[in-house]
């Protein structure tokens, strides 16, 4: 267990040490007191709560995605035809041959509390034509509290080509580690997310790609299969 939840568990012990429960008992609706009482106290995990839920974002949820292109003609839409979670992705085409990105939600407004987050979980499928696929160490993502303040992640080699013609998972930590490099923008802030967004570019012109169950996942969702992940680092 981490020193943090040690604390916020130390600090709960504290203060129910303090907590009348002579008073709690002669409420006339104990349980909605003590329940109240628990959730001033942060104990329904408002973290967690805001979250969304695996895959809810990658399922005929394209009109809160959002795209654009540096050139060409970019377009996304749900994909019933090549999912890999549910019975839709989202497809992202792009016509360019420079930076793409697309994000949710599509108004850059989530506040999502991801303080717990340590892993982002996403499966996506290529397609590309070009020779040597895609560039620039694709697909980088980003967490973004602002436009001019996010964190951003970038894997050390062509991951995306890894994904072509077939489903690849990518799952990246939060802090980023030998396969993903974490650099920040700004000022980043992990409990006021505003913004998913993934990055892809090729060489020459023209790919596309599908994204599927895409999940922001504590340690409680895990053991995770990857054993070069650096996750409980700051939790054992
Ligand atoms: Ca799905
Ligand atoms: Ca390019």
Not at 22 to 46: V, Y
């Amino acid at each position: 267990m981490g020193l943090i939840k040690k604390a916020r568990l130390h600090a709960l012990f504290l203060t129910l040490k303090t907590i009348r429960l002579d008073l709690i008992q002669k409420s006339a609706l104990p349980g909605l007191c003590l329940c109240s009482l628990l959730f001033g106290m942060g104990l329904h995990n408002p973290a967690l709560a805001q979250l969304p839920a695996p895959d809810v974002i990658t399922e005929t949820n394209a009109s809160d995605w959002g795209v654009a292109a540096v050139d060409g003609i970019i377009a996304h839409e749900d994909n019933t035809s090549l999912f890999h979670e549910g019975s839709a992705s989202i497809r992202v085409v792009a016509t360019g041959g420079f930076d793409t990105r697309a994000w949710t939600p599509l108004l850059r407004n989530a506040g999502w509390d991801m303080s717990d987050v340590i892993l982002v979980r996403l499966w996506i499928y290529a397609k590309n034509p070009n020779t040597f696929g895609f560039q620039n160490n694709s697909p980088w993502i980003r967490l973004g509290s602002s436009d001019s303040d996010y964190i951003e992640l970038r894997p050390t080699s062509e991951l995306l080509n890894l994904a072509r013609d077939t489903w690849l998972e990518m799952q990246v930590p939060v802090n980023g580690d030998d396969v993903w490099i974490k650099s920040e923008v700004g000022t980043p802030d992990l409990s006021h997310i505003n913004f998913f967004e993934i990055h892809a570019d090729t060489w020459e012109f023209g790919f596309e790609y599908s994204l599927d169950g895409l999940a922001f996942l504590t340690v409680l969702d895990g053991p995770f299969e990857r054993d070069d992940l650096e996750l409980y680092d700051t939790w054992q």
